[in-house]
């Protein structure tokens, strides 16, 4: 483990020093720019969050050993609520989130005093998470770091956001949004606990009348109004008496503060205990019926008015409730109702589909045998029903008018009726509730007036970003509908709050830009923050002209310099740069962005810039878990970074986090897998302390063996199978082939070569297969494990940095299919034979081998070219056979042999049977001859070889018959 360190302290320090990792634009390479979502300094990073980064590490090294001029940048989000909200947790002595500050992340309990500034909290995680991961020896360029509340940031900010005015992007309106009442602040996903997205909907609040008292029933089923037999109130609860604009409404206590966000003016006259309003009878508006007031426990006062109607012939809830009552007489007493009118109750079947009976409720209720209120199946009952009415059901001759409407056509008439009619209203909830903000307070709707919005709702800009989409690559593609889907339900997105920190709106110093809006284009940034930083370039200097040269290539740069004050040259070389490194060529991140910030960037993108500049690629991944399940603080299985890295090390960390699962799948960390990726990279350094030891030299073609040219043959094939998974970026299976798969064939190689050190002639050759394999092996490790393999690679004698040599290639000239069909026949052999001794447990003296006969290998290979088209028929192959006068002469041992192989044949895969096809008859003679002490040495017997019609062959049980190409028949004495 200590060396492991030294070796990760020498290389980073080797990097820094010789600053390969900073980046200039050079006319002479392609370029790639590569960047991940930066982090919000508000905690210290546990190894989940090393995945991402992780990802894109090795992505850009590879890309560098590809050729490309790679460039990978890193920046700090300090602005929005994340920030914000943990110092103030912090302030107010959140006791959870003190001690896993002390006793999870080890953060001395003197410097959290300090923390409860948010910046001072940013700019301490900021600096933690940067050592983490220069620790982790990710390939970043740090010249071009920023914060995201540095002035010069805020002006591209503000820039960024006139365009989008300009552009007609940003709209000014009341619109509803989710809302921290406490913060005073509307809420996005990135500002709620559990990072929630919170989802409005809109309900209909249907007006039950009590002479001029309104009881206003939230629903989001309208059209079932005319089934309504009863309203239910919770009797457990407060009620408020209340005017509501000019009416008298009966509402929950908490929806009357959410009615005021909504835009109405709510007076509090008084509370009721929801039981006093048990036994009460409304009117239907719809039917002007008298129904009675029942309770309910199921009633949540927190979900919109808390009034309910019932409509039991289609509402499994209600269905349920009205069961419930029926059979519990001492309640009816208790609110003096009388059993009779209750038991009178019948639910009223007004939609008729095609699954159900008449009373669809009581079927799925029945179906799913549930019998409380209290019970968590309704939900699926009550969407079961919904999803069938809405698609096929029509409504019945007792709603009126609306008789044979669709329910889908229906929903929206009655509401539009009942709205015009003065009988309903609307109001918003979060579908998803409960939705807290980080402040721990329970979030809700809110329409603010005068809020401003990027209209993400706009059809062009859909258009636009469709096209984007579409021009794309997504990795993993299977994402690709999720952001179509996102950008078709996406609307308009408040982007400023009353407080916080960021950028202030350029023309409404209000308000300040929020924390998913400010991070949209700011891979463009990258390019100018080095020339900024250089040149002490100041916020003022960069104006919206400015800005339009460097990234739109507009106006007039002399003009700009004069006006600005900004150097010339500094000018043009943040405008070139930025040419030069856009588009961005891939975008990192988890893949819970997707539902925002990774479709907000597309968006942005489009609005702001031409297309040839629109990015070309997203990578989103899954998550890590700790040992199958999910990391979190209160599970007490999170490992911070820097413990792991201390603990593991850097490259078996990647390592781990990387190989246990492809992008999109979680992938699970454990300990154990830590340790052991530990073992196999030390393993592999000290087979390169042996191997360096032996000198390099390029040996004749003619001094190759075939299990040299085996060897050699396997490993372009690893080399190909690596390349295309990284281009996918598939660095599992990456990692699978360069680790596991090349170091089987790798070990059988030694193996097959034990024998062979004490031959001096064969040293040469060996040696040179070691090296080989060895210098391929670590180049594919490199972009993973970079630090060891750097090692290695000086050991090797490699002359630049690993990071800066070219990735292997495949060298056709040393693929040898013939070597590999003849290695595979001995391993195939020596196989079948160590299973035959281990069933019968004998200890053999001697084994016998017997190939297929000629006529055997001609039958064969027919077979094996007509079944290349079709799937054979032995009938048909007979057919053709018998055409052959030689075969002919043996027709009755052909047609037994060809019965033995036809299904095999039409089995095999088409890649083995193409391969076969073209090496023809293999001499397998010849070969198990070769391999003869080999075998000989693994089986410890004597070893000989016949060919089955050889007449001299030692064959007492005649065994040799069974022989088929591919498969010699074995006997063993
Ligand atoms: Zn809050």
């Not at 970003?465 to 179509?484: G, T």
């Not at 809006?517 to 930083?533: F, G, N, Q, V």
């Not at 090496?919 to 060919?947: D, H, R």
């Not at 001299?952 to 022989?963: N, V």
Request: hydrophobic letters at 35%.
């Amino acid at each position: 483990m200590e060396f492991l360190k030294k070796i990760e302290e020498k290389w980073q320090k080797n990097w820094e020093r010789a600053r390969i990792f900073e980046i200039d634009p050079d006319p002479s390479k392609p370029k790639y720019f590569v960047t991940v979502a930066y982090p919000y300094p508000n905690s210290p990073q546990h190894i989940g969050h090393g995945r991402t980064y992780t990802m894109a590490d090795v992505h850009a090294r590879y890309m560098r050993m590809r050729g490309y001029n790679t460039l990978l940048p890193m920046a700090f989000h300090y602005t929005g609520t994340p920030v914000l909200a943990m110092a103030k947790r912090l302030a107010d002595n959140d006791q959870g989130l003190i001690s896993d500050f002390i006793n999870v992340y080890k953060i001395p309990e003197e410097k959290l005093k300090e923390l409860t500034e948010p910046i001072a909290m940013a700019r301490y995680f900021h600096q933690e998470i940067k050592t983490g991961m220069k620790e982790m020896g990710y390939s970043i360029d740090w010249r071009r770091e920023f914060t995201t509340i540095d002035p010069q940031y805020n002006r591209f900010i503000e820039w960024q956001f006139e365009k989008l005015r300009q552009g007609g992007f940003i709209t000014q309106g009341s619109h509803p949004v989710g809302w921290c009442p406490r913060d005073g602040n509307p809420v996005g996903q990135h500002d709620t606990e559990g990072d929630v997205e919170p989802e409005i909907g809109e309900f209909t609040l249907i007006k039950f009348t009590q002479g001029k008292t309104f009881y206003p029933a939230a629903t989001v089923r309208p059209e079932t109004v005319f089934g309504v037999i009863n309203i239910w109130l919770n009797p457990n609860t407060k009620y408020v008496k209340a005017t509501v604009n000019d009416e008298q409404w009966i509402i929950s206590q908490q929806s009357a503060e959410k009615l005021a966000n909504q835009n109405r003016k709510v007076k509090v006259q008084e509370t009721i205990e929801g039981k006093e309003l048990i036994g009460k009878h409304v009117q239907n508006p719809a039917t002007g019926k008298n129904i009675l007031i029942l309770p309910a426990d199921f009633v949540e006062p927190k979900n919109a008015t808390g009034v309910v109607m019932s409509v039991p012939g289609h509402a499994p809830y209600d269905y349920v409730a009205l069961e419930n009552i029926k059979k519990d007489a001492q309640k009816l007493k208790l609110y003096g109702i009388k059993t009779e009118d209750v038991n009178s109750m019948k639910p009223i079947s007004l939609i008729e589909v095609k699954e159900y009976s008449d009373i669809p409720a009581a079927d799925v209720v029945k179906k799913m045998n549930i019998r409380e209120q209290s019970d968590p199946k309704l939900e699926d009952a009550t969407k079961e029903v919904y999803r069938h009415e809405f698609h096929n059901g029509k409504m019945k001759a007792n709603t009126g008018k609306y008789a044979g409407v669709s329910v889908a056509e229906a929903k929206d008439k009655v509401k539009e009726d009942l709205i015009k009619e003065g009988n309903a209203t609307t109001m918003y909830e979060l579908l998803n509730r409960p939705v807290f903000c980080r402040c721990k307070t329970e979030c809700i709707v809110k329409i603010v007036r005068d809020q401003w919005f990027i209209d993400y709702g706009k059809p062009e800009w859909k258009a636009l970003a469709h096209k984007n989409l579409d021009e794309m690559e997504i990795l993993p593609e299977e994402v690709r509908q999720e952001f179509n889907n996102v950008i078709d339900w996406l609307h308009e997105k408040a982007c400023a709050r009353k407080s916080g920190m960021g950028t202030r709106l350029p023309w409404d110093k209000d308000w300040i830009i929020e924390s998913l809006s400010d991070s949209t284009i700011y891979m463009a940034y990258y390019t100018i923050a080095k020339h900024i930083k250089q040149n002490k370039i100041q916020p003022n200097q960069l104006t919206d002209e400015a800005f339009d040269y460097i990234f739109l290539d507009a106006g007039n740069p002399a003009e700009i310099s004069r006006k600005t004050g900004l150097d010339a040259n500094a000018l043009k070389q943040m405008h070139d740069e930025f040419m030069y490194f856009y588009p961005l060529d891939s975008r990192h991140s988890a893949r819970e962005l997707i539902p925002n910030h990774l479709t907000f960037m597309i968006f942005n993108h489009t609005a702001i810039f031409p297309e040839n500049h629109w990015p070309r690629q997203i990578a989103t991944n899954g998550q890590v878990m700790m040992e199958g399940s999910k990391m979190s603080k209160s599970f007490g299985n999170i490992i911070p970074l820097r413990e792991g890295l201390t603990k593991f090390g850097a490259d078996p960390l990647r390592l781990s986090v990387l190989s246990t699962a492809e992008l999109l799948q979680d992938s699970d960390f454990s300990p154990i897998i830590a340790k052991s990726m530990r073992d196999r990279l030390e393993k592999l350094y000290r087979f390169a302390c042996e191997t360096a030891k032996t000198p390099r030299k390029k040996p004749s073609k003619t001094s190759l063996k075939a299990i040299d040219r085996w060897m050699l043959s396997r490993l372009q094939q690893h080399i190909r199978k690596a390349t295309e998974a990284l281009n996918k970026l598939a660095v599992r299976k990456a990692i699978h082939t360069t680790l596991y798969e090349l170091d089987q064939d790798f070990q059988w190689y030694q193996k097959r070569i034990a024998d062979e050190n004490r031959n001096p002639s064969r040293k040469a050759a060996t040696a040179h297969v070691f090296h080989e394999v060895l210098d391929t092996q670590t180049r594919m490790l490199a972009p993973v494990a970079p630090h060891v393999c750097e090692e290695i690679w000086e050991m090797l004698g490699g002359k630049d940095f690993i990071a800066r040599t070219p990735w292997p290639t495949v060298d056709e000239s040393k693929i040898d299919v013939k070597a590999e069909q003849n290695e595979d026949l001995i391993r195939n052999v020596l196989e079948d034979t160590q299973n035959i001794l281990k069933a019968t447990g004998t200890k053999p003296k001697k084994i016998y081998y017997y190939t297929a006969a000629p006529w055997k290998w001609k039958t064969y290979l027919k077979a094996l070219e007509k079944s290349a088209s079709e799937k054979v028929l032995q009938k048909d192959l007979m057919k053709q056979l018998m055409q052959e006068p030689d075969l002919r002469a043996n027709a009755e041992r052909v047609a037994k042999f060809t019965g033995q192989i036809t299904d095999e044949i039409n089995r095999t895969s088409q890649e083995t049977k193409q391969r076969r096809t073209q090496t023809g008859i293999a001499q397998e003679n010849e070969t198990l001859e070769e391999a003869k002490n080999f075998f000989q040495k693994e089986l410890n017997a004597k070893f000989l070889v016949y060919n089955e019609e050889d007449t001299k062959r030692h064959d007492p049980k005649q065994r040799a018959q069974l022989a088929k190409p591919y498969r010699p028949a074995i006997y063993i004495e």
